[in-house]
C-alpha cells in the first residue's frame, strides 16, 4: 500500500493544521493506521494510532487532548487534527499502516508515508 502525508505547514503557537494521509493499492481496511514523528536531531516517536474499524483510539501523552485521530474507509483517508498546537510539536509527520498489530510502535509498522512538515511559531 502506498501512502501519501499532506498537510504541513507552518503554524503559530495556539493554531490548528490537519494533516491528511491518503491510501492507494491496497485495502485500506484492512490496515490500522498510525501518525509519528520526528523532530529535530530527535528519534521518530509514536503521536496517534487508530484501529481498522474506526471505533479505537490511541494517543502520545504528550497529544493528548490536543490532538483527534481519524479516518474514512471509504475514502482510505486518515486525518489528524492538531489543535492548540506548541513549539515542541514542530516536525515531520508520517502515516503509517500496520497489518494484524496496532501501529504504535515503529516495529509494527508495515508501510510509511513521505513525511509532512509541521512548523509551530513560538
Known amino acids: 500500500v502506498q501512502l501519501q502525508a499532506s498537510g504541513g505547514g507552518l503554524v503559530q503557537a495556539g493554531g490548528s493544521l490537519r494533516l491528511s494521509c491518503v491510501a492507494s493499492g491496497g485495502t485500506f481496511n484492512y490496515y490500522d493506521m498510525g501518525w509519528f514523528r520526528q523532530a529535530p536531531g530527535k528519534e521518530r516517536e509514536f503521536v496517534a494510532a487508530v484501529s481498522w474499524t474506526g471505533g479505537s483510539t490511541y494517543y502520545a501523552d504528550a497529544v493528548k487532548g490536543r490532538f483527534t485521530i481519524s479516518r474514512g474507509n471509504a475514502k482510505k483517508i486518515m486525518y489528524l487534527q492538531m489543535n492548540n498546537l506548541k513549539p515542541e510539536d514542530t516536525a515531520v509527520y508520517y502515516c503509517?499502516?500496520?497489518?494484524?498489530?496496532?501501529?504504535?510502535?515503529?516495529?509494527?509498522?508495515?508501510?510509511w508515508g513521505q513525511g509532512t512538515l509541521v512548523t509551530v511559531s513560538s
Open positions: 503509517a499502516a500496520s497489518r494484524g498489530s496496532l501501529a504504535t510502535t515503529q516495529g509494527a509498522v508495515d508501510y
